[in-house]
């Protein structure tokens, strides 16, 4: 695994939607669904707004690999679980870049799930 560079950290900064897709173990990749992904120093993490119940989400939990999709932006890319201890951090980024959006995935109801969703994006 590599680390993100600063362009690329620019991008996921600057863009709010990114399209994501899972690598299947033929090795193609499912449809891209759009999310939304935070920066917390040289990490990106993303969280599934529904929960864990959620397409994209358990598609990448079968190989924790896909690929990453928007503007000035194109790599694979490894998911990992996060550590709970970044939770508060993570949610201070979605609050940050997102504002009024954020709060199905910090405020809401569901907000326990979709923390519990949390990935670490790696680039490969």
Not at 41 to 47: L, S
Request: glycine share 6%; hydrophobic share 35%; aromatic share 8%.
């Amino acid at each position: 695994m590599t680390a993100w560079s600063p362009d690329q950290l620019d991008i996921i900064d600057r863009i709010d939607e990114i399209e994501i897709s899972s690598r299947r173990s033929d090795g193609t990749l499912t449809k891209p669904r759009i999310i939304w992904a935070v920066r917390d120093g040289g990490e990106v993490y993303i969280r599934s707004v529904n929960g864990p119940t959620a397409t994209w989400y358990r598609s990448t939990r079968r190989l924790h690999e896909g690929h990453l999709h928007t503007d000035g932006l194109d790599t694979d890319v490894t998911f990992v679980d996060a550590a709970s201890t970044a939770d508060d951090r993570i949610d201070a980024a979605y609050r940050t870049k997102y504002h009024r959006y954020a709060a199905p995935i910090i405020d809401s109801i569901n907000s326990t799930q979709a923390a519990g969703t949390t990935m670490r994006v790696v680039p490969r």
